[in-house]
C-alpha cells in the first residue's frame, strides 16, 4: 500500500505540480520501500525453501524462533506447527508399521510376501521360516530346494482362491490351504501368500471316512461271506453224513445241494461286483478341464431322459438362461448330470402324482456358478445325509453305492464341490458348484 501510494504521490509531484522537489523524496521513498519488501520476500522465500528442504529430506528437528516482537512471528510459528504436525503423522506411521510388523512376525499362520517381478521377498514371518525351514529367504526362487514346484506353484496362484498343497518338508508330509491376494506397498505391487496346516484336520477326516469306509465294507463282505460259509458247512454235512451211512443222497437232499450251490453261485457274483465297483471307485480318470456351457449340457442330459419323464409322469422344471460358462470337463460332467437326474426319478419311484424334477443355475459370488437338481422324492433320512458320498454306502435296495462317491470325487478333481440338502416327504436337492 505504501508503494501504491507514495509511488503515485511521485507521479502526481512530477507532471501536474510544481513541487518537483517534493516529488524526487517521494520517489526515493517508493524505492526505499520497494527494496525492503523485496527482501523481505527474498529472505521469506530463502526460509520456505529451507522448510521444505527439510521436509524433502524427513528432517522434522529444525526449529524456528517464535518471537512476538518479530516481524515473522506467524511464518515462523505457521512453519512449526507444519513440523509438529509432520512428526506427529510419521510418528503415527512408524508406530502402526511396527504394530503391523510386530503382529505378522508373531502370527501363528505363516505369512510370506515377495514381489512377483523382482521375485524379491520382502516378508517373510517367524511361522513361514519354521514351515518352510528357511531362517532367511533372497529370492522366492530358492524354495525350489524344498520343492522344485513350489515357486511356480506361488507364482500362479489366483488372489482370493484357496488352493491345496501337498509338501514334504524334511521328510515330514504336510498338506496345506494356501491363499494370496496382492498389495500396493510403498509403490511396488506385493502378493502375500497364507498358509494354513490342515494337515490334522484332514487326517481326522480322512480316519472318519475310513471307518465308514470299513462299516460299509464289512457289512457288505459280511452280507455275502455269512452265507457262503453256512452253505458251504451245510453241504460239506449233507454229504459227509451221506458217506458214512453207505447212501447215496436223497431227492430232496440232491435239491437242497443244487439250491444251496446256485445261492454260493450269486452270492459269489455279487461278491465279484462289489470288488470291480471298488475298483472303479479308485480309478477316476483325470479330468480334461475346459470352458464349457452348462445350459447346453443341462439341455442335453434331459434330452436323455424325454420319453422315461412322459412314461412315468413326470415334470420337467427349467428356466431360461443366456450361455453359462464354467471350467469342467464335459462327458464326466454330463455324466454326473445324468446320475443325479436318475436318482431324483428313482427317489420318486413309489409316488403316483406330485413328481417333478427342477433344472436350475445360480451364481454364487464371483467366481462359482451352481446347479442344481431338485426332485419332489421322499427324500433322505437326517442320519443318511453325511454318508451317502461314502463308497457302498447306499439307501436304495440293490443299489451299489459308488454313484455319489464318484462324482464327489469328479466335482473335486475339477476344484469343485457337490452338497445335497434334503427334507423327508418333501424331496431333495443336490448342488454342484463350478469354477467360472
Known amino acids: 500500500m505504501g508503494i501504491c501510494f507514495f509511488g503515485c504521490l511521485s507521479g502526481y509531484l512530477f507532471f501536474d505540480s510544481p513541487f518537483w522537489l517534493a516529488g524526487v523524496w517521494t520517489a526515493l521513498i517508493t524505492a526505499a520501500l520497494f527494496y525492503f519488501t523485496l527482501q523481505y520476500v527474498t529472505h521469506s522465500e530463502r526460509k520456505l525453501t529451507a522448510f521444505l528442504q527439510t521436509l524433502g529430506q524427513n528432517d522434522f528437528t ?45 502370527a501363528a499362520v505363516p505369512i510370506l510376501c515377495f514381489d512377483e517381478h523382482t521375485r524379491e521377498v520382502f516378508q517373510m514371518n517367524e511361522a513361514a521360516k519354521i514351515l518352510l525351514q528357511a531362517p532367511y529367504l533372497q529370492k522366492i526362487d530358492s524354495l525350489k530346494r524344498i520343492d522344485a514346484g513350489l515357486p511356480a506353484f506361488l507364482g500362479a496362484l489366483s488372489d482370493n482362491v484357496k488352493t491345496q498343497l501337498k509338501l514334504t ?88 445241494v443244487r439250491e444251496s450251490l446256485r445261492t454260493i453261485d450269486e452270492r459269489s457274483r455279487s461278491l465279484k461286483d462289489f470288488v470291480q465297483n471298488f475298483r472303479s471307485v479308485n480309478q477316476i480318470p483325470e479330468p480334461n478341464i475346459e470352458r464349457i456351457d452348462l445350459v447346453s449340457l443341462l439341455h442335453d442330459a434331459a434330452q436323455l431322459y424325454t420319453r422315461e419323464f412322459e412314461k412315468e409322469n413326470i415334470r420337467l ?52 456358478l451352481q446347479l442344481h437338481v431338485r426332485d419332489s422324492g421322499v427324500g433322505i433320512n437326517p442320519e443318511d445325509l453325511d454318508q451317502i458320498f461314502i463308497p457302498f454306502y447306499s439307501t436304495k435296495k440293490g443299489g451299489s453305492g459308488i454313484g455319489l462317491s464318484i462324482s464327489q470325487q469328479i466335482m473335486q478333481k475339477q476344484k469343485g464341490d457337490i452338497a445335497v440338502s434334503s427334507q423327508v416327504g418333501r424331496g431333495s436337492v443336490f448342488t454342484l458348484t463350478f469354477i467360472t
Open 169 to 256: 518338508v524334511d521328510s515330514r508330509v504336510m498338506y496345506l490351504s494356501v491363499s494370496s491376494r496382492h498389495i500396493l506397498f510403498d509403490n511396488r505391487m506385493i502378493k502375500l501368500v497364507v498358509f494354513i496346516d490342515v494337515s490334522s484336520e484332514l487326517a481326522a477326516k480322512e480316519a472318519d471316512t475310513w471307518r465308514k469306509l470299513l462299516r460299509v465294507l464289512t457289512h457288505e463282505i459280511s452280507n455275502s461271506a455269512i452265507p457262503l460259509s453256512t452253505l458251504s458247512s451245510y453241504i460239506n454235512q449233507l454229504v459227509a453224513e451221506a458217506q458214512a451211512s453207505g447212501r447215496e443222497l436223497t431227492v430232496d437232499e440232491r435239491q437242497d
Open 317 to 368: 422344471v427349467t428356466h431360461s438362461y443366456p450361455e453359462t460358462y464354467a471350467f469342467a470337463d464335459r462327458n464326466l460332467t454330463q455324466q454326473i448330470i445324468i446320475n443325479l437326474i436318475k436318482n431324483a426319478m428313482e427317489a420318486m419311484s413309489n409316488m403316483k402324482s406330485g413328481k417333478e424334477i427342477e433344472l436350475s443355475l445360480s451364481q454364487s459370488g464371483k467366481r462359482y
Open 62 to 106: 529444525v526449529t524456528f524462533p517464535e518471537s512476538k516482537q518479530s516481524e515473522e512471528y506467524d511464518l515462523h510459528h505457521a512453519f512449526n506447527k507444519l513440523t509438529q504436525m509432520f512428526t506427529r503423522l510419521r510418528s503415527e506411521k512408524e508406530a502402526q508399521h511396527q504394530l503391523l510388523q510386530v503382529l505378522v512376525e508373531h
